[in-house]
């Protein structure tokens, strides 16, 4: 039942001896949902951070095999994961939001030629926005176009790994920044989104997960379309072009006067 499901996720042959990390790249949300497959099919709690200390699937298997208090292969309920209570208490939103968000709009007004179009196509309802990542500007330059209420009810996703200064962890508590360690229980930081969106608050998810190295779309993870479907939130998708002429991957100053488009679709 393990290999079967492996192997749907995988789209690859899976064999007894395979690392889950190492031989099947099995990715952060890849390991929440085999966690959640395993709990729901045998009763057995494996987080995903301890997926990896099995040294190949059958160990895995065998200890399954050995825990299991149940048989239910109906499969991973999202809904039913995003549905269990979690504690969140929302960053509260200082005077600094906005401020940053006007310095930085018009600071990229003078330093860049930057359009935006599409503003009207952000809903009234909670929603997940959705850009593609080009370069560490993104954040700011979709932000630098919402209204002041939009914003104030807007979280973003970031790494824990870029707050860990003591300064950005402490602008983050307050504006409006959700951290999320990918490397550490990523289920419960799916939950911790999932109920930014059932407070009737925004949610800005990069869908490829990080930055490209070289200018061209990523592969999107799940999380964005999960949090969607099951929560049935609006996505917008935001199309940014030219960020990454402005300041790619490794650059330390940005280029200035550069044209750079955005469009919320």
Known sequence: AIKKFLEEETQQKVCPDDHIELDLALDSLGRVSLSAFIDTAFGVDVSESRLTDFASIS???????????????????WSHILKEKVHLKLPDSAFTLN???NFFHIVFSVFMRVKARGMENLPDQACIIAPNHQSVLDGFLVASFFKRKFMKNTYVYAKEKHFRHPVMRFLANRNNIILVDVNKDLKLSIQKLAEVLKKGKN??????????????????????????RELKVPVVPVVINGSYNVLPS???LPRLFRKVSIDFL
């Not at 160990?59 to 309920?77: C, D, M, P, W």
């Not at 949610?203 to 969607?228: C, D, H, V, W």
């Open 59 to 77: 160990e895995l298997a065998t200890y399954v095999h050995q825990k299991k208090t149940r048989l239910n292969f109906e499969g991973i309920s």
């Open 99 to 101: 401020v940053i968000r």
């Open 203 to 228: 949610l800005m998810i990069f869908p490829e997960g990080t930055r490209t190295i070289n200018g061209r779309l990523g592969e999107f993870k799940q999380t964005f379309a999960i949090l969607s």
């Open 250 to 252: 490794g650059a330390r």
